[in-house]
């Protein structure tokens, strides 16, 4: 599905429209399939001799349209299209200005993709990061508990065989010196 991210060039269309709520399933909407299967721009000279023509809400306008491809790494990454009010308006030339156009803006559109997709991954890491040192902090905390817990239970051993050594250092000395 297509969705219209964008409307530029006319102060009022056919009247105020939410265009975020316009989208297009490109084998069901005339053209569109043309425009992304295709590698360069598609001229519909006038939208009133074409019963097929999709008007949409924004869209009265219209007389005038061209659709073009927008191609990264040969891949449809979206179409931009212009629209003119005066019937056969576009020609060859046009076209070929907005298929030059068309690969620049492509290659922003895909840098600022890749560019999204690197800070949400930045982010993920950055949370991975934090995961694994409270993890490690964690384990040292037990780690250092366990080391005081056994040394105290040692050193609580040792203090209760010093106390019987020191009574045995009276009755048997000898004993008490190889022990």
């Known amino acids: ?25 490109p ?5 569109m399939e043309e425009v992304l299967t295709g ?21 009265g306008h219209i007389r005038s349209w061209m659709g073009v491809p927008l191609r990264v790494k040969g891949n449809v990454i979206g179409l931009f299209s212009l629209d003119k009010a005066i019937p056969n308006f576009f020609n060859e030339t046009h076209a070929k200005l907005a298929s030059t156009l ?4 492509a290659l922003a559109l895909d840098n600022a993709i890749l560019f999204t997709e690197l800070q949400e991954a930045h982010r993920n890491l950055q949370k991975l990061s934090s995961h694994i040192i409270i993890a490690q902090e964690e384990e040292r905390r037990k780690i250092a508990q366990e080391l005081h817990d056994h040394a105290g239970q040692a050193l609580l051993g040792l203090r209760a065989e010093l106390r019987v050594l020191r009574g045995q250092l009276d009755k048997a000395p000898d004993r008490a010196q190889s022990q």
């Open 1 to 25: 599905i297509l969705y219209m991210h964008a409307a530029r060039g006319y102060k009022e269309f056919s009247g105020p429209v939410d265009i975020s709520q316009i989208s297009f399933v």
């Open 27 to 31: 084998n069901q909407t005339f053209l």
């Open 39 to 59: 590698d360069k721009p598609v001229v519909l000279h006038d939208t009133l001799q074409s019963p097929q023509w999709r008007w949409t809400p924004c869209g």
């Open 102 to 105: 068309a690969q620049h803006a």
